[in-house]
Every structure is written in C-alpha cells, then in structure tokens.
C-alpha cells in the first residue's frame, strides 16, 4: 500500500480555471504536508506548506488539509500556461523522520 | 546565491566505474538528504544526514556511501555502478525540527545531477 498518494493524472484544465490536486496518506501521525512543482528537467520548487487543519491560501495557491480524513488538496486558481508542471505531493512522517513524496499528478495547462 | 547546489549536473559513466556527486548549501540548515528520482519520476530519498550524523539510511545497496565533512556539505559515492543506477539524484536540506515535535520545516532541493550507466 503507497503511503501517499495523489491523483493519477494528467490533468488537462483550460487557462483561467481551477486545477485542483488532491492527495491522501496512510501514517495518522503526519504532522507536516507540503506540495513541490517541478518542470521537465528541473528539480523540486516547494510552492507550499501546511500544518495544521484548514485552508492556506498563498496568491493563486491553496492548501487545504483534513487530517481526520487524512486528506490534503493544492487549488490553482486562474491556472496559467505557466503552471503546466508536475506537482508532486509530500508528507513528513515524524516517526520515520522522513519526507515521503507520492508518485505526482503532471498538470497541463492549454492556451 | 545558490541555497544548494550541486556538482556534477551530468555524469556519464560506465558499469563498474566509482564516481562521486557532490553538494553543497548556504541555508545554514543542519540537515541533508539524497533522493533518487527514476524514469518515472517517483522520488524516493535514500540517506538523511543531521549535523554529520546519518538519521535515515534506507534499503539502498551499500555500493552507496553518503559522506558529510560538515553540515554544509554532503557528498554520494557509488561504487561499482550498475545500469539500475541511472537516475536524476536530488540534493535536499532543511531544519531539523525540535526532536519529539513530529513536524518538518521545508526542504529545500539542488538541481540534480543526472546520472547515465552506460
């Protein structure tokens, strides 16, 4: 059983619309869940981090976490061709001391 | 200012050779990390060192040894490379958190060195 996982993907979503990446895990006692972009060849880009229950808005970003469904969301809002990137969700487990990433869901953005 | 960089960004070798990849930060953070990334770009972190200390070494083959001289520098060397081990390989560094806190604090990755067993 993956330990985190996000929706498979691709998602496709026209310019100006809401992309919204979902991501679940399996350790309860996560504390820390944080989301990366990476373009085609480029390394990991940390867009956002949340904590605690709720929502997190960051510009065009927003975190949303429910640890009771174990269950964290990134929305885009007014997608850009842009943000045509994969994003690839992360959950920190405290007992393991380890960051542990989900496989990505890859985000197409069309003009 | 580069927070983490990372030396080679290309490293073509051939099965049986050793090579070494280095990284450095500037963040002054106390921790670093090794992830593997393969063809499908699943990311897999493979040794965590926290102020010189090895924290986390999973179920990588001891051809791999992780080797930090100090908190800012932490280098991979491959023995005996095989054609598995062709991978981008990530160079990461954070802030412990206080111990029993159970958070993280952000990590922070290098550019990748893009390994190639020939």
């Known amino acids: 059983q993956k330990e985190v996982e996000q929706n498979s993907g691709p998602l496709s979503v026209p310019e100006g619309a809401i992309a919204s990446l979902n991501c679940t895990y399996s350790d309860r006692g996560s504390q820390s869940f944080f989301w990366y972009r990476q373009y085609s060849g480029k390394s990991p880009e940390l867009i956002m981090s949340?904590?605690?229950?709720g929502d997190k808005e960051d510009g065009r970003f927003t975190a949303q976490l429910n640890k009771a469904s174990q269950y964290v969301s990134l929305l885009i809002r007014d997608s850009q061709p842009s943000d045509s990137a994969t994003y690839l969700c992360a959950v920190y487990s405290g007992s393991a001391r380890q960051l542990t990433f989900g496989s990505g869901t890859q985000l197409t953005v069309l003009p | 200012d580069t927070a983490v960089s990372q030396t080679p960004k290309y490293l073509v070798t051939q099965m049986g050779n050793d090579k070494s990849i280095k990284c450095e930060q500037n963040l002054g953070h106390d921790t670093m990390y090794w992830y593997k990334q393969d063809s499908k770009k699943f990311l897999k972190i493979m040794f965590s060192?926290?102020?010189?200390?090895?924290?986390i070494n999973e179920t990588v083959p001891n051809r791999f040894s992780p080797k930090s001289p100090d908190k800012a520098h932490l280098n991979l060397h491959i023995n005996s490379l095989e054609l598995g081990d062709s991978a981008v390989y990530f160079c990461a560094s954070s802030q412990e958190p206080p111990l029993g806190s159970g958070g993280s604090y952000e990590q922070y990755f290098g550019p990748g060195t893009r390994l190639t067993v020939t």
């Open positions: 060192y926290n102020n010189k200390e090895l924290i």
């Open positions: 949340i904590y605690s229950n």
